[in-house]
Protein backbone atom coordinates (compact mmCIF):
# COMPACT_ATOMS: atom_id res chain seq x y z
CA UNK A 1 0.00 0.00 0.00
CA UNK A 2 1.23 3.57 -0.89
CA UNK A 3 -0.14 6.86 0.75
CA UNK A 4 -1.36 9.17 -2.41
CA UNK A 5 -1.24 12.88 -2.43
CA UNK A 6 -3.61 13.63 -5.20
CA UNK A 7 -2.32 16.71 -6.54
CA UNK A 8 -3.79 16.38 -10.08
CA UNK A 9 -6.57 18.92 -9.50
CA UNK A 10 -8.41 21.50 -7.33
CA UNK A 11 -11.94 19.76 -8.52
CA UNK A 12 -10.74 16.44 -6.89
CA UNK A 13 -12.03 18.05 -3.44
CA UNK A 14 -15.03 16.73 -1.52
CA UNK A 15 -17.55 18.18 0.23
CA UNK A 16 -16.43 19.40 3.83
CA UNK A 17 -18.97 18.21 6.86
CA UNK A 18 -20.94 21.60 7.34
CA UNK A 19 -22.07 20.50 3.34
CA UNK A 20 -23.25 17.83 3.83
CA UNK A 21 -24.69 18.88 7.02
CA UNK A 22 -26.32 22.27 4.89
CA UNK A 23 -27.14 19.60 2.16
CA UNK A 24 -29.28 17.19 4.20
CA UNK A 25 -30.77 20.09 5.67
CA UNK A 26 -31.75 22.38 2.69
CA UNK A 27 -35.01 23.79 1.80
CA UNK A 28 -36.18 23.00 -1.62
CA UNK A 29 -38.73 23.52 -3.99
CA UNK A 30 -38.67 23.36 -7.87
CA UNK A 31 -35.68 25.67 -9.46
CA UNK A 32 -37.54 25.64 -13.19
CA UNK A 33 -39.86 27.85 -11.44
CA UNK A 34 -37.87 29.76 -9.63
CA UNK A 35 -38.96 28.03 -5.97
CA UNK A 36 -35.89 26.28 -4.51
CA UNK A 37 -34.79 28.58 -1.83
CA UNK A 38 -31.93 27.44 -1.36
CA UNK A 39 -30.79 28.19 -4.73
CA UNK A 40 -32.40 31.74 -4.92
CA UNK A 41 -30.50 32.30 -1.82
CA UNK A 42 -27.15 31.47 -3.11
CA UNK A 43 -27.74 33.47 -6.62
CA UNK A 44 -28.82 36.48 -4.54
CA UNK A 45 -25.51 35.83 -2.30
CA UNK A 46 -23.49 35.59 -5.18
CA UNK A 47 -24.65 38.39 -7.05
CA UNK A 48 -23.91 40.36 -4.32
CA UNK A 49 -20.54 39.76 -3.39
CA UNK A 50 -19.77 40.20 -7.09
CA UNK A 51 -21.43 43.95 -7.02
CA UNK A 52 -23.81 42.53 -9.66
CA UNK A 53 -28.13 42.45 -9.99
CA UNK A 54 -28.43 38.59 -10.62
CA UNK A 55 -26.96 35.23 -10.87
CA UNK A 56 -28.10 31.96 -12.03
CA UNK A 57 -26.66 28.38 -10.34
CA UNK A 58 -26.04 25.92 -13.38
CA UNK A 59 -24.35 22.70 -13.35
CA UNK A 60 -20.34 23.03 -14.68
CA UNK A 61 -18.38 25.87 -15.68
CA UNK A 62 -18.45 24.74 -18.97
CA UNK A 63 -22.02 25.45 -19.31
CA UNK A 64 -21.24 28.55 -17.36
CA UNK A 65 -19.64 29.87 -19.96
CA UNK A 66 -21.12 28.61 -22.63
CA UNK A 67 -24.44 30.01 -21.30
CA UNK A 68 -22.39 33.66 -21.52
CA UNK A 69 -21.03 33.21 -25.08
CA UNK A 70 -24.78 32.36 -26.44
CA UNK A 71 -26.27 35.24 -24.69
CA UNK A 72 -23.74 37.89 -25.53
CA UNK A 73 -23.31 36.55 -29.20
CA UNK A 74 -27.05 35.73 -29.90
CA UNK A 75 -26.41 36.26 -33.78
CA UNK A 76 -24.70 32.69 -35.05
CA UNK A 77 -21.77 33.37 -37.11
CA UNK A 78 -20.66 36.21 -34.67
CA UNK A 79 -17.41 36.53 -33.31
CA UNK A 80 -15.82 35.74 -29.40
CA UNK A 81 -12.19 36.76 -28.41
CA UNK A 82 -10.79 34.73 -25.94
CA UNK A 83 -6.69 33.97 -24.68
CA UNK A 84 -5.21 30.98 -26.68
CA UNK A 85 -4.69 29.19 -23.77
CA UNK A 86 -8.17 29.61 -22.29
CA UNK A 87 -10.33 26.68 -20.71
CA UNK A 88 -12.68 28.22 -23.26
CA UNK A 89 -10.54 27.33 -26.19
CA UNK A 90 -9.01 24.53 -25.14
CA UNK A 91 -10.91 22.14 -23.25
CA UNK A 92 -14.68 22.69 -23.66
CA UNK A 93 -15.10 21.17 -26.69
CA UNK A 94 -15.64 23.49 -29.10
CA UNK A 95 -18.97 24.56 -27.66
CA UNK A 96 -19.24 27.77 -28.92
CA UNK A 97 -19.01 26.56 -32.97
CA UNK A 98 -20.32 23.51 -32.03
CA UNK A 99 -23.70 24.72 -29.77
CA UNK A 100 -24.00 28.81 -30.57
CA UNK A 101 -22.38 28.87 -34.03
CA UNK A 102 -19.51 31.32 -32.73
CA UNK A 103 -16.36 32.07 -33.95
CA UNK A 104 -13.60 31.81 -31.60
CA UNK A 105 -10.40 34.28 -32.36
CA UNK A 106 -7.75 33.71 -30.62
CA UNK A 107 -5.05 36.49 -28.83
CA UNK A 108 -2.02 34.93 -27.99
CA UNK A 109 -1.36 34.43 -24.02
CA UNK A 110 1.30 36.06 -22.50
CA UNK A 111 2.60 33.81 -20.21
CA UNK A 112 0.40 36.31 -17.19
CA UNK A 113 -2.42 35.09 -18.65
CA UNK A 114 -3.27 38.40 -20.37
CA UNK A 115 -3.42 39.02 -24.22
CA UNK A 116 -2.02 42.32 -26.37
CA UNK A 117 -4.57 44.69 -26.29
CA UNK A 118 -3.32 46.55 -29.03
CA UNK A 119 -3.58 43.40 -31.21
CA UNK A 120 -7.11 42.59 -29.37
CA UNK A 121 -8.36 46.69 -30.77
CA UNK A 122 -7.01 46.29 -34.30
CA UNK A 123 -9.13 43.01 -35.08
CA UNK A 124 -12.21 44.11 -33.69
CA UNK A 125 -14.95 43.96 -36.55
CA UNK A 126 -17.62 45.80 -35.55
CA UNK A 127 -17.65 49.44 -33.78
CA UNK A 128 -21.31 49.05 -32.70
CA UNK A 129 -22.97 45.50 -32.15
CA UNK A 130 -26.09 46.48 -31.73
CA UNK A 131 -26.18 48.14 -35.56
CA UNK A 132 -27.39 46.48 -38.11
CA UNK A 133 -25.12 44.55 -40.02
CA UNK A 134 -24.99 46.50 -43.23
CA UNK A 135 -24.03 49.61 -41.63
CA UNK A 136 -21.40 48.41 -39.21
CA UNK A 137 -17.72 50.52 -40.05
CA UNK A 138 -14.59 48.30 -38.86
CA UNK A 139 -12.04 50.85 -38.20
CA UNK A 140 -8.48 49.35 -38.63
CA UNK A 141 -5.27 50.60 -36.58
CA UNK A 142 -2.13 50.99 -38.69
CA UNK A 143 -1.70 48.66 -40.68
CA UNK A 144 1.18 47.01 -42.01
CA UNK A 145 0.19 46.23 -45.88
CA UNK A 146 -0.93 49.47 -45.83
CA UNK A 147 2.77 50.78 -45.09
CA UNK A 148 1.51 51.60 -41.76
CA UNK A 149 -1.11 54.50 -42.90
CA UNK A 150 -4.51 54.26 -41.35
CA UNK A 151 -6.79 53.13 -43.41
CA UNK A 152 -10.27 54.40 -44.12
CA UNK A 153 -13.07 52.91 -42.49
CA UNK A 154 -14.39 50.38 -44.36
CA UNK A 155 -17.70 48.87 -44.37
CA UNK A 156 -18.45 45.66 -43.14
CA UNK A 157 -19.47 42.81 -45.82
CA UNK A 158 -22.73 41.17 -45.31
CA UNK A 159 -20.57 37.92 -44.40
CA UNK A 160 -18.09 39.50 -41.74
CA UNK A 161 -18.81 37.57 -38.42
CA UNK A 162 -19.54 40.45 -35.80
CA UNK A 163 -17.00 40.61 -32.87
CA UNK A 164 -19.85 40.51 -29.89
CA UNK A 165 -17.73 39.64 -26.72
CA UNK A 166 -14.27 39.18 -25.59
CA UNK A 167 -13.54 36.83 -22.67
CA UNK A 168 -10.76 36.54 -20.34
CA UNK A 169 -9.89 33.86 -17.51
CA UNK A 170 -9.09 34.86 -13.86
CA UNK A 171 -7.10 33.00 -12.64
CA UNK A 172 -5.30 31.43 -15.49
CA UNK A 173 -4.96 28.09 -15.65
CA UNK A 174 -2.93 27.42 -18.48
CA UNK A 175 -0.32 30.29 -17.39
CA UNK A 176 -0.10 28.48 -14.02
CA UNK A 177 -3.25 30.34 -11.97
CA UNK A 178 -1.97 33.38 -12.43
CA UNK A 179 -4.21 36.63 -11.60
CA UNK A 180 -4.63 39.05 -14.15
CA UNK A 181 -3.12 42.59 -13.15
CA UNK A 182 -6.28 44.65 -12.68
CA UNK A 183 -4.76 47.35 -14.40
CA UNK A 184 -4.89 44.97 -17.59
CA UNK A 185 -8.75 44.59 -16.98
CA UNK A 186 -9.21 48.08 -16.63
CA UNK A 187 -7.35 48.95 -19.90
CA UNK A 188 -9.18 46.29 -21.59
CA UNK A 189 -12.79 46.89 -20.63
CA UNK A 190 -12.46 50.87 -21.63
CA UNK A 191 -11.57 48.97 -25.41
CA UNK A 192 -14.25 47.05 -24.98
CA UNK A 193 -16.36 49.87 -23.66
CA UNK A 194 -15.19 51.92 -26.59
CA UNK A 195 -16.54 49.69 -28.84
CA UNK A 196 -19.68 48.48 -27.15
CA UNK A 197 -18.29 44.82 -27.03
CA UNK A 198 -19.22 42.72 -23.47
CA UNK A 199 -16.48 41.47 -21.52
CA UNK A 200 -16.68 37.62 -20.01
CA UNK A 201 -14.71 36.88 -17.24
CA UNK A 202 -14.26 33.30 -16.87
CA UNK A 203 -13.71 33.17 -13.24
CA UNK A 204 -13.54 29.49 -12.13
CA UNK A 205 -10.77 30.10 -9.51
CA UNK A 206 -11.54 34.46 -9.03
CA UNK A 207 -11.91 33.83 -5.26
CA UNK A 208 -8.16 32.82 -5.87
CA UNK A 209 -7.27 35.74 -7.61
CA UNK A 210 -8.94 38.07 -5.17
CA UNK A 211 -6.91 35.88 -2.52
CA UNK A 212 -3.47 37.18 -4.27
CA UNK A 213 -4.28 40.52 -5.33
CA UNK A 214 -5.76 41.03 -2.17
CA UNK A 215 -9.10 42.91 -3.52
CA UNK A 216 -12.91 42.60 -3.17
CA UNK A 217 -14.41 40.53 -6.00
CA UNK A 218 -16.57 43.11 -6.77
CA UNK A 219 -13.64 45.16 -7.83
CA UNK A 220 -11.78 42.61 -9.78
CA UNK A 221 -14.97 42.07 -12.03
CA UNK A 222 -16.33 45.71 -11.98
CA UNK A 223 -16.13 45.77 -15.30
CA UNK A 224 -17.53 42.66 -16.51
CA UNK A 225 -20.76 41.83 -18.21
CA UNK A 226 -20.89 38.20 -17.17
CA UNK A 227 -19.04 35.82 -14.61
CA UNK A 228 -18.71 32.82 -14.43
CA UNK A 229 -17.47 31.08 -10.94
CA UNK A 230 -17.13 27.00 -10.09
CA UNK A 231 -18.05 25.97 -6.19
CA UNK A 232 -16.47 22.54 -7.10
CA UNK A 233 -13.11 23.20 -7.63
CA UNK A 234 -10.93 24.56 -4.60
CA UNK A 235 -13.90 25.95 -2.93
CA UNK A 236 -14.81 21.90 -2.34
CA UNK A 237 -18.26 22.06 -2.90
CA UNK A 238 -19.46 18.92 -4.99
CA UNK A 239 -21.15 20.54 -8.12
CA UNK A 240 -22.01 23.50 -9.57
CA UNK A 241 -21.03 27.01 -11.04
CA UNK A 242 -22.41 30.52 -10.73
CA UNK A 243 -23.01 32.73 -14.00
CA UNK A 244 -23.36 36.51 -12.56
CA UNK A 245 -24.14 39.61 -14.80
CA UNK A 246 -27.27 42.07 -14.60
CA UNK A 247 -30.93 41.30 -14.62
CA UNK A 248 -31.04 41.27 -18.31
CA UNK A 249 -28.48 39.02 -19.33
CA UNK A 250 -29.64 36.68 -16.50
CA UNK A 251 -33.02 36.39 -17.53
CA UNK A 252 -31.33 35.40 -20.92
CA UNK A 253 -29.05 32.98 -19.06
CA UNK A 254 -31.93 31.42 -18.05
CA UNK A 255 -34.21 30.88 -21.13
CA UNK A 256 -30.58 29.35 -22.29
CA UNK A 257 -29.82 27.14 -19.84
CA UNK A 258 -32.94 25.68 -20.17
CA UNK A 259 -32.27 25.08 -24.04
CA UNK A 260 -29.61 23.42 -22.95
CA UNK A 261 -30.90 21.09 -20.48
CA UNK A 262 -29.59 22.68 -17.27
CA UNK A 263 -32.56 23.59 -15.54
CA UNK A 264 -33.15 21.89 -12.29
CA UNK A 265 -35.74 20.85 -10.15
CA UNK A 266 -34.59 20.78 -5.97
CA UNK A 267 -31.08 21.27 -6.72
CA UNK A 268 -31.17 23.25 -3.86
CA UNK A 269 -28.84 20.09 -1.99
CA UNK A 270 -26.33 21.15 -4.11
CA UNK A 271 -26.64 25.19 -3.94
CA UNK A 272 -26.14 24.76 -0.44
CA UNK A 273 -22.99 23.03 -0.40
CA UNK A 274 -22.14 25.83 -2.66
CA UNK A 275 -23.74 28.86 0.06
CA UNK A 276 -21.04 26.72 2.52
CA UNK A 277 -18.52 27.26 0.20
CA UNK A 278 -18.55 30.82 -0.07
CA UNK A 279 -18.83 31.24 3.45
CA UNK A 280 -16.35 28.76 5.29
CA UNK A 281 -14.27 27.81 1.94
CA UNK A 282 -13.16 31.21 0.27
CA UNK A 283 -11.62 32.10 3.40
CA UNK A 284 -9.29 29.09 3.58
CA UNK A 285 -7.80 29.50 0.08
CA UNK A 286 -4.92 31.08 1.47
CA UNK A 287 -3.52 28.47 3.03
CA UNK A 288 -3.78 26.71 -0.61
CA UNK A 289 -1.45 29.04 -1.84
CA UNK A 290 1.14 29.40 0.82
CA UNK A 291 1.60 25.58 0.55
CA UNK A 292 1.71 26.39 -3.57
CA UNK A 293 4.34 28.97 -2.47
CA UNK A 294 6.28 26.99 -0.26
CA UNK A 295 6.18 23.87 -2.68
CA UNK A 296 7.53 25.82 -5.42
CA UNK A 297 10.35 27.46 -3.45
CA UNK A 298 12.11 24.20 -2.31
CA UNK A 299 11.34 22.87 -6.26
CA UNK A 300 13.82 26.16 -6.99
CA UNK A 301 15.94 25.38 -4.15
CA UNK A 302 17.01 22.17 -5.77
CA UNK A 303 18.73 24.00 -8.35
CA UNK A 304 18.00 20.80 -10.89
CA UNK A 305 18.95 21.10 -14.33
CA UNK A 306 15.25 19.41 -15.74
CA UNK A 307 12.78 21.82 -13.59
CA UNK A 308 11.87 24.80 -13.55
CA UNK A 309 9.90 27.02 -11.65
CA UNK A 310 8.68 30.52 -11.87
CA UNK A 311 8.78 31.56 -7.93
CA UNK A 312 7.97 35.16 -8.70
CA UNK A 313 4.66 34.58 -10.64
CA UNK A 314 3.40 31.80 -8.47
CA UNK A 315 0.19 33.61 -7.53
CA UNK A 316 -2.28 31.36 -5.95
CA UNK A 317 -2.58 27.18 -5.73
CA UNK A 318 -1.54 26.10 -9.37
CA UNK A 319 2.25 25.29 -9.70
CA UNK A 320 3.90 24.54 -13.51
CA UNK A 321 7.15 23.09 -13.43
CA UNK A 322 8.81 23.35 -16.73
CA UNK A 323 11.19 20.64 -18.41
CA UNK A 324 13.86 22.83 -21.14
CA UNK A 325 12.33 22.09 -24.71
CA UNK A 326 16.40 20.85 -24.53
CA UNK A 327 15.84 17.56 -21.92
CA UNK A 328 15.13 14.58 -23.26
CA UNK A 329 13.01 14.18 -20.19
CA UNK A 330 9.25 14.63 -20.84
CA UNK A 331 6.17 15.31 -18.21
CA UNK A 332 4.49 12.26 -19.30
CA UNK A 333 7.62 10.16 -17.92
CA UNK A 334 7.63 12.18 -14.88
CA UNK A 335 3.75 12.10 -13.98
CA UNK A 336 4.00 8.10 -14.65
CA UNK A 337 7.64 8.21 -12.09
CA UNK A 338 5.77 10.04 -9.46
CA UNK A 339 3.35 7.69 -9.23
CA UNK A 340 5.48 4.97 -8.81
CA UNK A 341 7.06 3.99 -5.30
CA UNK A 342 10.62 1.79 -5.98
CA UNK A 343 12.18 -0.44 -3.49
CA UNK A 344 14.96 1.86 -2.62
CA UNK A 345 12.06 4.57 -1.34
CA UNK A 346 10.99 2.73 1.55
CA UNK A 347 13.90 1.26 2.08
CA UNK A 348 15.65 5.02 2.59
CA UNK A 349 13.64 7.78 3.88
CA UNK A 350 11.56 8.49 1.14
CA UNK A 351 7.92 7.29 3.05
CA UNK A 352 5.56 7.96 5.55
CA UNK A 353 5.63 7.61 8.88
CA UNK A 354 4.14 4.03 8.80
CA UNK A 355 7.15 3.12 6.35
CA UNK A 356 4.51 3.81 3.20
CA UNK A 357 5.29 5.14 -0.10
CA UNK A 358 4.24 7.83 -1.28
CA UNK A 359 2.45 8.12 -4.47
CA UNK A 360 1.97 12.13 -5.97
CA UNK A 361 -0.70 12.39 -8.48
CA UNK A 362 0.13 15.21 -10.88
CA UNK A 363 -1.10 15.81 -14.44
CA UNK A 364 0.94 17.25 -17.62
CA UNK A 365 -0.19 19.94 -19.95
CA UNK A 366 2.12 19.42 -22.48
CA UNK A 367 4.94 17.25 -22.90
CA UNK A 368 7.31 19.86 -21.01
CA UNK A 369 5.26 20.86 -18.50
CA UNK A 370 3.82 19.29 -15.15
CA UNK A 371 1.01 20.80 -13.42
CA UNK A 372 0.93 20.00 -8.94
CA UNK A 373 -2.39 21.71 -7.44
CA UNK A 374 -2.84 22.43 -4.38
CA UNK A 375 -6.39 22.40 -2.43
CA UNK A 376 -8.07 21.88 0.93
CA UNK A 377 -7.62 18.53 1.12
CA UNK A 378 -3.85 18.62 1.10
CA UNK A 379 -2.40 19.24 4.79
CA UNK A 380 0.92 20.48 5.78
CA UNK A 381 1.98 16.95 6.46
CA UNK A 382 0.90 15.87 2.71
CA UNK A 383 2.63 19.18 1.45
CA UNK A 384 6.02 17.31 2.78
CA UNK A 385 5.32 14.23 2.34
CA UNK A 386 4.48 15.16 -1.56
CA UNK A 387 7.70 17.63 -1.29
CA UNK A 388 9.88 14.60 -0.08
CA UNK A 389 8.60 12.11 -2.79
CA UNK A 390 9.26 15.24 -5.64
CA UNK A 391 12.70 15.99 -4.57
CA UNK A 392 13.67 12.08 -4.64
CA UNK A 393 12.00 11.47 -8.08
CA UNK A 394 13.25 14.94 -10.08
CA UNK A 395 16.94 14.48 -8.37
CA UNK A 396 16.77 10.75 -9.85
CA UNK A 397 15.43 11.95 -13.08
CA UNK A 398 17.90 14.48 -13.46
CA UNK A 399 21.02 12.58 -12.95
CA UNK A 400 19.57 10.46 -15.60
CA UNK A 401 18.66 13.32 -18.54
C1 LIG B 1 -10.53 28.04 -15.86
C2 LIG B 1 -11.62 27.02 -16.01
N1 LIG B 1 -12.78 27.38 -16.56
C3 LIG B 1 -13.80 26.53 -16.71
C4 LIG B 1 -13.69 25.23 -16.28
C5 LIG B 1 -14.83 24.26 -16.53
O1 LIG B 1 -15.45 23.86 -15.36
P1 LIG B 1 -16.30 22.49 -15.32
O2 LIG B 1 -15.32 21.39 -15.20
O3 LIG B 1 -17.16 22.69 -14.10
O4 LIG B 1 -17.10 22.44 -16.56
C6 LIG B 1 -12.49 24.79 -15.69
C7 LIG B 1 -12.35 23.38 -15.24
O5 LIG B 1 -11.34 22.94 -14.78
C8 LIG B 1 -11.43 25.72 -15.55
O6 LIG B 1 -10.26 25.36 -15.01
Redo the contacts with the bound molecule.
Keep these: MAYIVDLR?D?VTKPTEAMKHAMVNSALGDDVYGEDPTINALESKLASMLGKQAALFVP????A?LIAIMVHCNKRGSEAFVGNLS??YK??QGGAAHVAGVLLSTLTNNPDGTFDLQELESRFRGTDVHEPISSLVAVENTHNCCGGKKPPPKKLKDHDPITSLVAV?NT??CCGGKALPLKFLDDLSAICKRHNVPLHM?G??LFNACEYLKEDPSRVVRDCDSI?V?F??GLSAPVG?GLVGSYHFIEQARRMRKLLGGGMRQAGVLAAAAIVALDEVVPLLRLDHKRANIMSKVIEGLFLKSFKVDVEGQHSNIILVRIPESSPLTAQKVVARLAQVCLAETQGDCKTPNDEGVIVKAIYFNSKTVRFTLHREISDEDLWLAIMKITYVFKELDATA
Aim: net charge negative.
Design positions: STSGTMNHIYEEHNDARSCSKS
